[in-house]
C-alpha cells in the first residue's frame, strides 16, 4: 500500500465533534434546473470581472457573460441557457451582507450548450494552459476562491516545483463535499492529479487526508496501486489539519512563513474538487458553471448536491425537506470558519462550499463572557502557536502596535482558541476587530499620504507655472526691450545716413 506512514504534528489544534456522517449516507443528488439564475460577477479573490453580455440576450450553457479583468480574476460563465433578465445589485453570500454586481438568468429549459472542445494541453506550454484557465473561471474550491491559473504559473518553465499536494483533509466539521466526491469520482480525481503532476513537472504527488475518511482511503489506496508518483498519507484527524500551511507541515515537515509562499519550497497545493475541475475543462471543454455542496444540519433530508452555480439557496434548502426546528439560521462554510447568512435568499457561488442549518445548540442563549482566568488554553489550542490571551488583551484595549508586535496577522482565525476558553471569550471576534481597525488606518493613512502628494504635487506644480510665467515674462521683457534698443539703433542709423545725404547734396550745389 503507497501509503506515508510518518507525520509530523503540528503545535495545537482541537479534536472536534466531526457530525460529519449526518450528509454522507445518501450519495451526492444531482439538483435540477432551478427556477432562476443569479450570478454574482465577484465569485473569486480580485478584479469583478467585466460583462460580456446585456440584458434581452440570449445565453447557452457554459458561454461566457463575464471575462476575467486582469491576471487576478476570474471568469463567469452560464450554467445554462436562457434570457438575461437583469444585470444589477442583488443580495449575495458575503460577511458584510451587502449586495453586489450580478446577472440574473430566466433558464429556457432546455439546456442547451455552447460549442465546448478538449485542450490538447501536452502539445501546448505552460503559458497557453494558463491563459486557457484563465478563460476557464476555476477557482480555489476548498472555499478560498483564489484563481486557479496563479497557482500554475510556477511549473515546467521554472523547474521550481517538486511536490504536489492535493488537500483532502476537509476538517472542518460537518462539511463533505470533498469526501463524497473522492468516493464517488474517485478515478476522475487520479486522472486529474495526473494531468496537473504532468503540467507543473513535479516529481512526487501527495494526497492528504484525514484518517476519519475510511471509504475514500480505501477507494484512493486501491486507485493509486499501480501509480509510480502518487502517493497518499493519512493524518490525524485534528482541526485545522486541513489549514494549507498545517497540511504542508503534516505532510512535509516544512514550516511555510508568513511572508513567503509554498512555491517558494518547491511545493504547490490544490484542493480535490479543484483538480477534478481542471481536468473537466482540458480533457472535454467544460468552465466553472456547478459546483458540490453540502447542505446539513438541522434539516430533515441532509446530503451532497451538485449545483448550477447562481442556484438560489432556498431551492435546495426545499429540496433537503426545510428545517427541522425553525430558527432561520444557516452558517455558510464550517461551524468555526464560516459566517451567518444574511438570507437564504442568495445565490450558490463557487466559495459555497457548505451550508449548516444551525442546530438548537448553535443558536441557544450565549453563555455570559467571564474574566479571563489566564489558564493559557488558548496558547495550547493555537496551531500558529500566538499568546491568544496577549493578543486578546492589546485587541480589547486597542493596543493595536502591541498586538501587531505579538504577529497578530499570523492568525489563521481558526477559532480553536475560542473552542477551547473556559470564560467563553470570542477571541477570534476580538483579532477580526483588532485587523479590521489596523487595515482601516493603513487604508485612511494610505489616503492621506496620497493626498498630501498630491497636495505637494499641486504646490510644485503651481511654483512651477508661476516660475515659467517669470521666466516668459522676462524673456518677453528682453525680447521687447532688445527690439526697442534695435529700433533705436536703426533710426540713428536712418538719421545718420540721412544726414549725410544732405551733407553730400550741399556740396554738389556748391
Known sequence: ????????????????????????TSPIKQ?????????????HIGKLAKLKVSVGDHVLKGQLIAEADGNVSAAIHAPTSGKVLSIEKQLIPHPSGLPDFCVEIEPDGKDKWVQIKPTNWKKIDLEKVNKLLLSSGIVGLGGAAFPTHLKLNHGKAENSLKTLIINAAEC????????????????ELILGIKLVHEILGVEES????????????????????NEKNIFLKIVPTI????????????????KIPKSQRSSDYGIQMFNVATIIAIYRFLEFGEPSISRIVTITGNLRSPRNYEVLLGTPLKEIID?????????????????????????????????????????PDM????KPVLPCIRCARCAEACPVQLQPQELFWFSKSKQLEKAEEYNLFDCIECGCCSYVCPSNIPLVQYYRF????????????????????????????????????????????????????????????????????RIEAGGEEQ
Not at 496620497?450 to 510644485?460: G, H, K, Q
Not at 507655472?465 to 518677453?476: D, V
Open 172 to 187: 472542518e466539521p460537518y462539511i463533505t463535499c470533498d469526501d463524497m466526491l473522492m468516493r464517488e469520482k474517485t478515478n
Open 206 to 225: 501527495v494526497i492528504g487526508i484525514e484518517d476519519n475518511k475510511t471509504v475514500a482511503i480505501n477507494l484512493l489506496t486501491k486507485a493509486i496501486e
Open 31 to 43: 439538483f435540477g434546473l432551478p427556477s432562476k439564475i443569479i450570478l454574482p460577477l465577484r465569485q
Open 434 to 501: 483588532a485587523k479590521s481597525e489596523i487595515i482601516e488606518e493603513r487604508q485612511e493613512q494610505e489616503q492621506a499620504n496620497i493626498a498630501r502628494e498630491r497636495n505637494e504635487f499641486r504646490i510644485l506644480r503651481l511654483e512651477r507655472e508661476k516660475q515659467e510665467r517669470a521666466e516668459r515674462n522676462a524673456l518677453r521683457r528682453e525680447q521687447s526691450s532688445n527690439e526697442d534698443k534695435t529700433k533705436l539703433i536703426e533710426e540713428k542709423r536712418k538719421a545718420i545716413a540721412d544726414a549725410l545725404k
Open 363 to 366: 443558536v441557544e442563549e450565549k
Open 239 to 254: 482541526y485545522p489539519s486541513g489549514d494549507a500551511k498545517r497540511l504542508i507541515y503534516l505532510l512535509k515537515g516544512i
Open 1 to 24: 500500500m503507497k501509503v506515508f506512514e510518518k507525520i509530523f504534528k503540528f503545535n495545537g489544534g482541537i479534536q472536534a465533534k466531526t457530525k460529519k456522517n449526518i450528509s454522507t
Open 319 to 359: 429540496a433537503a425537506g426545510g428545517q427541522v426546528i425553525k430558527n432561520n439560521t444557516f452558517i455558510m462554510g464550517g461551524p468555526m470558519m464560516g459566517f451567518k447568512l444574511p438570507s437564504i435568499n442568495v445565490p450558490v457561488t463557487k466559495a459555497m462550499n457548505c451550508i449548516i442549518s444551525s442546530e
